[in-house]
């Protein structure tokens, strides 16, 4: 079909270094945010979320920074693995009304043996 | 391991066709979702609901339309397949959030339909 929207940015990173995968968000309403990891033809899986009354939030071999400042978030991968290969998308929930979870543009990880 | 399905996981069909991409959740999430995704690009949301009887458009103009009857069922047609429908059509959950929970969504395996 005919594509919509942009292609995916890259990040090319060494295996056993740590990769940074960062994500811009524009609405102050916005309470909690999501990071998705999407392999190739599957759908997306939740890896780990952050209140917006948090600055940092750790999970196994990742960390979400916050920085509410400036509407920016980061997914910090510690020794990456072959297997983080994905696009990686950070999804906002904005508050008030009916709730929506709006995605970010992704970010293509590949990790270099 | 989220439960949801969706089927099939592949199809290829003519134009004309009338389709319908079936998704599941054994949840019992009230919200579930449709997103159109071109490979290596976006995910575009062209449909959602909040619950049984509930329909809404997304971001994303559709010629699908979407019907939910069933909480565990959310169902997309097309009426006529073009090769302009050609695209992986993901189907997502979640659960309303109250106090202390989130609106985290959860997906299918997605369908990618080839439309000749």
């Known amino acids: 079909g005919e594509s919509v929207g942009l292609h995916l940015p890259t990040l090319s990173v060494q295996e056993g270094d740590n990769s940074i995968i960062n994500c811009a968000y524009s609405?102050?309403?916005?309470?909690?945010f999501i990071w998705y990891k999407q392999e190739s033809g599957k759908g997306p899986q939740f890896i780990i979320d952050?209140?917006?009354?948090?600055d940092k939030r750790q999970g196994q071999r990742v960390t979400v920074l916050l920085n509410k400042t400036v509407k920016h978030l980061s997914l910090q991968i510690a020794a990456t693995q072959p297997g983080d290969s994905a696009v990686y998308f950070c999804?906002?929930?904005?508050?008030?009304?009916?709730?929506?979870?709006?995605f970010g543009t992704g970010t293509k990880l590949q990790v270099i043996p | 391991e989220a439960d949801i399905y969706q089927t099939p996981r592949y199809l290829v069909i003519g134009t004309g066709k009338k389709i319908t991409l079936e998704c599941s959740q054994t949840?019992?999430?009230?919200?579930m979702y449709w997103y159109q995704q071109d490979p290596g690009m976006e995910l575009h949301l062209i449909h959602y609901?909040?619950?049984?009887?509930?329909?809404e458009k997304g971001d994303l103009s559709s010629e699908s339309t979407v019907s939910r009857i069933r909480t565990e069922h959310f169902p997309l047609t097309l009426e006529s397949a073009r090769p302009s429908h050609t695209s992986q059509y993901l189907c997502?959950?979640?659960?309303?959030?109250?106090?202390?929970?989130?609106?985290?969504?959860?997906f299918g395996p997605g369908t990618r339909l080839t439309v000749l």
């Open positions: 997502a959950s979640s659960k309303h959030p109250t106090s202390g929970t989130t609106d985290t969504q959860y």
């Open positions: 609405n102050s309403a916005s309470d909690y």
């Open positions: 952050i209140r917006s009354n948090m």
């Open positions: 999804a906002e929930n904005i508050r008030g009304g009916y709730q929506k979870v709006t």
């Open positions: 949840m019992g999430h009230d919200k």
């Open positions: 609901s909040y619950g049984v009887n509930s329909t």
